[in-house]
């Protein structure tokens, strides 16, 4: 087998009587993009966390490099780039200092890469961390992350709050680490179609756990959206096998649904329907169809 | 490289880059020897995952639209792929299908489409006409 980059196993965290994640596992796999998504409170920033040794297991193991990085944090940190998502960052320092300091660190510095990134990003290195926009702080965090050339990049919603200009930077950064380097990227966001654009590998966290996790395109084509026509009509939501999520009314239905289309087909046939139109779903579809609100919509009928 | 992708019509993007490429190719918009941008540039300007080109590139070289050259890109094969009158057909039906669409919204009947594909067709032919003068002015 590969050699894995990241590899968690059945990682469980509570926080007071609250669990955060319930027995997570999670691989990575050199030169992949990894899209880590699901809503607030999911678990994503805690499973993060945890690869960068600043949370211990509770119970399972975390591996990075195979290496456990709450153990070995210089063996684990000095190969990894990481931007979290409130950027924080040495308020004091100018971005000089901040680069003079992230050096020190990393051996690795690529000392022509960081200034060709602060001078794409405009950014004047004498300016204060604290006198900084939000999308400047981004920038500036990111250049802090990618330029040591680390194996491993984590991202923990590097889009949040920031301007399409800025989110095109970050992504740029994402993608020349990969074609340039080979090198891993795990990313949290809530912009699907980002994720969508952007990951080899999709997982999908939902209330502590991985409600799924896989290859995107493979992902995909398990789950279809089709358009269904009742004879009959409906107040409620029909009550159709292998749905996972109905939205419509009367005699006109959407449904996202898993399995082969000749059982969907069969479904739908048993409740006097049948299939106007069906096409892969989308992962905004997929996210809402199992870790949204739909989902408990559906359950319910 | 002219290609878009989107996102809400259940297409895989490595599928979506195949069917582009495979459709510039067939229809003479890119030519035979012609480079494909480097991966990277793609994936820049797609704002894909890298992976995704190595895929829809490797996709292409099996199905012989393109060529890797050891140590240089990969470029468009000499043998232009020949679409089957089918595919050809879909790929225009599709169009057809979304301009009438948009017809009906806009209150125009199919005849009044008709002439209209033909007007704007004698007018493309008009402007590449006086286009070709104006070479012809420039070259002397």
């Not at chain 1, 591996?63 to 931007?83: E, K, Q």
């Not at chain 1, 930077?169 to 795990?186: C, E, K, M, N, Y």
């Not at chain 1, 949290?188 to 999908?204: G, N, P, Y």
């Not at chain 2, 007018?123 to 006409?129: K, V």
């Amino acid at each position: 087998m590969e050699h894995a980059v990241v590899d968690v196993n059945e990682l469980s965290r509570s926080f007071a009587d609250k669990i955060a994640l319930d027995g997570v596992s999670f691989r990575a796999t050199g030169g992949q993009v990894y899209g880590l998504v699901g809503s607030n409170g999911a678990g994503k920033t805690t499973l993060l966390k945890h690869l960068l040794g600043l949370l211990r297991a509770t119970t399972g193991s975390v591996r990075v490099f195979g290496l456990d990085p709450v153990r070995d944090p210089v063996g684990v940190l000095g190969r990894v780039g990481y931007l979290s998502e409130e950027r924080e960052l040495p308020e004091w320092m100018s971005i000089d200092e901040l680069m003079r300091y992230t050096q020190a660190y990393h051996p690795g510095w690529d000392a022509a890469y960081a200034r060709e990134l602060l001078d794409t990003f405009a950014l004047d290195p004498r300016k204060k961390i604290k006198e900084l926009s939000k999308g400047m702080r981004a920038q500036a965090g990111l250049i802090a992350a990618v330029a040591h050339r680390p194996e491993l990049l984590i991202l923990d919603e590097p889009s949040s709050g920031l301007d399409v200009v800025v989110r095109r930077d970050i992504l740029d950064a994402v993608v020349r680490a990969v074609a340039d380097d080979g090198r891993t990227v795990i990313f949290s966001s809530h912009l699907l179609d980002e994720v969508e654009r952007m990951s080899d590998h999709v997982t999908l966290m939902h209330q502590g756990r991985v409600a799924l996790s896989g290859v995107l395109d493979d992902v995909r084509r398990e789950y279809q959206r089709s358009r269904v026509r009742f004879a009959e009509h409906f107040d409620r939501p029909p009550v159709i096998e292998t749905a996972l999520m109905i939205e419509g009314g009367g005699r006109s239905w959407s449904v996202v649904h898993s399995g082969s289309l000749e059982q969907f087909r069969h479904a739908v046939a048993a409740r006097g329907g049948e299939i106007v139109e069906s096409r892969d779903a989308t992962l905004e579809e997929i996210f809402l169809a199992r870790a949204g609100r739909g989902r408990a919509q559906a359950e319910a009928a | 490289m002219d290609i878009s992708i989107n996102l809400a019509d259940g297409v895989p993007i490595y599928r979506q880059i195949v069917n582009q490429v495979k459709y510039l190719a067939a229809s003479g918009l890119i030519k035979p020897g012609e480079e494909l941008p480097p991966i990277r540039t793609l994936a820049l300007q797609l704002k894909v995952t890298p992976n995704t080109i190595v895929k829809a590139y490797h996709e292409l070289e099996i199905s012989g639209v393109v060529q890797k050259r050891q140590g240089s890109g990969t470029f468009i094969s000499d043998a232009r792929p020949q679409l089957a009158l089918r595919q050809r057909r879909r790929v225009i039906e599709q169009r057809i299908d979304g301009l009438l669409a948009e017809a009906h919204q806009l209150n125009f009947t199919t005849d009044d489409i008709l002439r209209m594909v033909r007007e704007r067709k004698a007018a493309m032919d008009e402007s590449g006409e006086e286009a070709a003068e104006e070479k012809k002015e420039a070259g002397r």
